[in-house]
C-alpha cells in the first residue's frame, strides 16, 4: 500500500501560484509571504510528491512535465476546496436562518405562541419549523436532527441527550387566590394532606415526585380526578374542585392564570426546571439562542 501523501493547502496553493507565474518573487508577493517562504513550500511540495516541478534559474521558474500534470489536479482539488467552503458557509447561513423545534404540548399552546409571534416580529427572514408533540417522540425528533432543540421538563436517560435549564424553576401547588393555601406565606407538603389532588396522567414522571414525596408526610397518593391535559387541570383547579402540582412556570400564559396562584412547596423543595434538550456536541445557532433569550424574557414578564 503506498504511503499517504502529507500535502497542504498552502503548498498546493503556493504551487498554482508559481506555475502561473513562472517567478518567485512574484509568486511570494501574490500569497503575500516571504520569497523564503515560498521556497520553502515549493520544496515541501516537491518532497511529498518525489518529483522535481520546476527548473531554477536565476530570473525563471521553468515547470516540468510532472509540474504540468501536477496542475492540472492541483487546480481540481482547489477548486473542490472552494466549492466545498461556498457550500459549508450556504449551511451555515441557512441554519442561521432556521428555527427548528419540538415543544411539550403543556408549554405549546401557552408559553409558545406567544413568544414565537414576537419572535417572527423580530425576525421576519426567519424560516420556522416547530413540533407539538408527544414526549417520547420530541426528543426523537432531537437525535433523528429533524429538528435542533426540544423544550420540556421532563428529564431523559439517552446519553445522546444533553439538557439544559431554560428556566429554573420547582414543584408548586396550584390552587385558587382564595383558597387557604393561597394565604399562606410557605406552603409545604403536609399541607396537602387533606387537600383533593388532581393527578395528570401523562406526567408519570411528576405523579412520582408527588407520590413519594406525599408518601414522606404519611399520605397516600389518591387523587380526587385524573386528567391527561395541564389545561384540563387548571381549568377544574379555577373551579375549585381541588390543586394540582406542577412546575409554576406551566400555569403562566393559561387561560385561567388570573384566578390562580402558584405556591412553591416546601420540606422538600423539588426543582423541576423548563429544559432544552439538544443532541450531545451540538452547538446551538445564534438564531437559536435569540428564540430562547426570549422565552426567558417572557417569563420573566408573567412572573
Not at 35 to 59: C, N, Y
Not at 140 to 159: K, N, T
Not at 229 to 249: E, F, N, S
Not at 253 to 260: A, K, M, N, Q, T
Request: proline share 5%.
Amino acid at each position: 500500500m503506498p504511503a499517504r501523501l502529507n500535502i497542504t493547502l498552502r503548498q498546493m496553493r503556493a504551487f498554482v501560484e508559481a506555475y502561473r507565474l513562472r517567478n518567485l518573487t512574484h509568486a511570494a508577493e501574490a500569497q503575500h509571504v516571504t520569497q523564503s517562504a515560498m521556497s520553502a513550500l515549493i520544496r515541501q511540495f516537491e518532497e511529498e510528491l518525489g518529483v522535481q516541478l520546476f527548473e531554477r534559474t536565476p530570473r525563471v521558474l521553468r515547470p516540468t512535465k510532472a509540474a504540468d500534470e501536477a496542475y492540472r489536479q492541483v487546480e481540481i482539488i482547489l477548486n473542490n476546496v472552494d466549492t466545498l467552503g461556498i457550500h459549508m458557509r450556504d449551511h451555515a447561513e441557512q441554519m442561521e436562518r432556521a428555527l427548528a423545534f419540538t415543544c411539550a404540548p403543556a408549554l405549546s399552546s401557552t408559553l409558545v405562541p406567544t413568544v414565537l409571534a414576537e419572535f417572527k416580529r423580530r425576525f421576519p427572514e426567519v424560516k420556522i419549523l416547530f413540533h407539538d408533540a408527544a414526549d417520547s417522540s420530541l426528543i426523537q425528533r432531537v437525535l433523528s436532527e429533524d429538528v435542533e432543540f426540544s423544550i420540556g421538563f421532563f428529564e431523559h436517560e439517552p446519553e445522546a441527550v444533553t439538557r439544559h435549564p431554560l428556566v429554573v424553576d420547582h414543584l408548586c401547588v396550584v390552587c385558587t387566590k382564595d383558597s387557604p393555601l393561597a394565604k399562606r406565606k410557605r406552603v409545604t407538603w403536609e399541607d396537602l394532606r387533606e387537600v383533593p389532588l388532581i393527578n395528570l396522567t401523562r406526567g408519570t414522571q411528576v405523579q412520582q415526585i408527588v407520590s413519594d414525596a406525599l408518601a414522606r408526610v404519611g399520605r397516600t397518593y389518591w387523587p380526587a380526578y385524573e386528567v391527561m391535559y395541564i389545561h384540563t387541570a387548571l381549568a377544574l383547579v379555577a373551579q375549585g374542585l381541588g390543586v394540582v402540582v406542577v412546575p409554576g412556570y406551566l400555569v403562566k400564559g393559561s387561560p385561567h392564570e388570573v384566578s390562580l396562584v402558584a405556591k412553591q412547596l416546601h420540606d422538600p423543595t423539588i426543582e423541576r426546571s423548563l429544559l432544552v434538550h439538544t443532541r450531545q456536541g451540538h452547538v446551538l445557532s445564534e438564531t437559536t439562542h435569540a428564540f430562547l433569550d426570549l422565552v426567558r424574557e417572557h417569563l420573566q414578564r408573567l412572573a
